[in-house]
């Protein structure tokens, strides 16, 4: 595959705390520059970005961000704030609290609270697969698409493990035809970013593939 098809599917992302005005600015650069699918930013810097893209790159978001126990109520304000400051794109984190104390009801609700609120803007759910049994993985698979979100994603870079391939092919069997897989964490290489679109991924999260 050629770089630059590459660069199509990857959400361009810049997620530490300490993060810098000038270091986003870089990212969203960089991702205009590459043809990038969108730049995945801190939620204080969304209004800022998308005035400073003007329209050139879409604009995604986290939620719930890294550990995602917040209550839904939280999560519904962070994402409507996000929305209404020009996010184009949400990437929420799911309780893995109720996921470990089998409460998928819990899970189904707060997936379907925050596609609402998206409406036809991308909700994409960070599930964390290092935390999940296999039997985890295929349930969430099955909840991500009764609640008609439009990515499930694996991970959120600051779990004890990344994206698999194992993982995006299990996704790809389990999840239905219309969710998209996002592979998220440790994705550094073209090779890497190869295996993982050959497997099944739609987007790729990295900050590094497009780096200068």
């Known amino acids: 595959m ?5 660069y199509t599917h990857i959400d361009h992302t810049v997620l530490k705390q300490t993060t810098t005005w000038t270091q986003v600015q870089k990212l969203c650069d960089e ?3 590459g043809n990038a699918a969108s730049v995945c930013i801190p939620p204080c810097y969304v209004a800022k970005a998308k005035a400073y893209v003007n329209g050139a790159m879409p604009i995604c978001t986290v ?9 839904t109520m939280v999560k519904l304000v962070e994402t ?5 400051n020009g996010a184009d794109e949400i990437d929420m984190v799911i309780n893995l609290c109720d996921v470990k104390n089998g409460e998928w009801d819990k899970v189904a609700h707060e997936i379907k609270a925050l596609k609402h609120a998206c409406g036809n803007r991308v909700l994409k759910v960070i599930v964390e697969t290092c935390y999940l049994t296999e039997a985890e993985k295929v349930q969430l698979c099955k909840i991500v698409t009764e609640a008609k979100a439009d990515y499930i994603k694996t991970s959120t870079g600051f779990g004890s493990a990344g994206a698999t391939v194992e993982d995006v092919t299990l996704f790809r069997k389990e999840c239905g035809a219309d969710v998209k897989i996002k592979a998220a964490g440790g994705i550094r290489t073209v090779e890497d970013a190869e295996n993982m679109l050959s497997a099944g991924a739609n987007r790729l999260g990295s900050s590094a593939l497009l780096a200068r």
């Open 31 to 33: 991702a205009i520059s």
């Open 63 to 71: 939620i719930g961000f890294p550990n995602g126990y917040q209550t």
């Open 2 to 6: 050629q770089l630059e098809q590459i």
């Open 80 to 84: 409507k704030e996000a929305l209404a």
